[in-house]
């Protein structure tokens, strides 16, 4: 069985091969590229399995490389940032990134965040027996296929969003507590950082339900977390 492909796209040599020595000890083929454009090519000519991407990279910006990556793809995607404000945070997750990890991290930390999200999409990747299509009116999330469609539109969503909806739906009508859906979602503790999985929630919300503001699948039960319940 060849190594699964890694794909770093780091303009700081220096912080890539630290982060690549990391890695290639875990057995992993380590691709790297200087700046997006480059990176680009690379994720469409190696068909990486998973891409680490920093936030601030030339040529094409860690967003928009995180955005082109995944009108083709359900690879996990991890953002490395410099900045820890909330803002960056959010717009990291919001255009499909799975992660993110700012800077300086350990990189202890990011190869263990890299094996949790690819365990994570190999399972979804894999058929799911009795629960492989679950359908809920306009509502179709196929395990099997790892496709969400509402309305007869595929909708996109990162492999952490699918995670999240799948654990949630496929047990209609069961409230988790927030710490629950860590658990089940994130491998490492997520230090109280609720917030985390409000912005999921919300942009999930906004891919699935007719009228994001008042949802009919995804509930917020008021002091404790979220359940699914179907049309």
Not at 148 to 157: A, L, N
Not at 200 to 211: A, S
Not at 213 to 227: A, C, D
Request: hydrophobic residues 35%; contains cysteine; charged residues 30%.
């Amino acid at each position: 069985m060849s190594a699964e492909r890694i794909l770093i796209v780091e303009d700081e040599v220096e912080i890539a091969e630290l982060v690549s020595d990391y890695l290639k000890r875990e057995g992993y083929d380590v691709l790297h590229a200087k700046d997006g454009e480059e990176g680009l090519s690379i994720f469409h000519e190696q068909d990486p399995s998973l891409a680490i991407l920093d936030l601030m990279l030339p040529k094409i910006d860690g967003i928009e490389l995180c955005r082109r990556i995944r009108a083709t793809s359900q690879i996990p995607i991890i953002m490395m940032t410099a900045k820890g404000g909330e803002t960056d945070k959010i717009v990291g997750l919001g255009i499909g990134a799975d992660d993110y990890i700012t800077k300086p991290f350990s990189p202890s930390e990011l190869v263990a965040r890299t094996k949790a999200q690819l365990r994570r999409y190999r399972h979804f990747s894999s058929p799911v027996e009795n629960k492989d299509r679950l359908t809920f009116g306009d509502l179709v999330i196929d395990a099997k296929e790892y496709r969400v469609i509402s309305s007869g539109k595929e909708v996109e969503v990162s492999a952490r969003e699918f995670k999240l909806l799948y654990v949630l739906a496929s047990h209609q009508g069961q409230v988790f507590t927030k710490d629950q859906l860590f658990d089940k979602v994130w491998d490492y503790d997520h230090m109280g950082d609720y917030n985390t999985l409000t912005v999921y929630v919300r942009k999930l919300r906004e891919k699935i339900e007719p009228d994001p503001s008042k949802p009919v699948y995804i509930k917020t039960i008021w002091g404790v977390g979220y359940k699914f319940e179907g049309e």
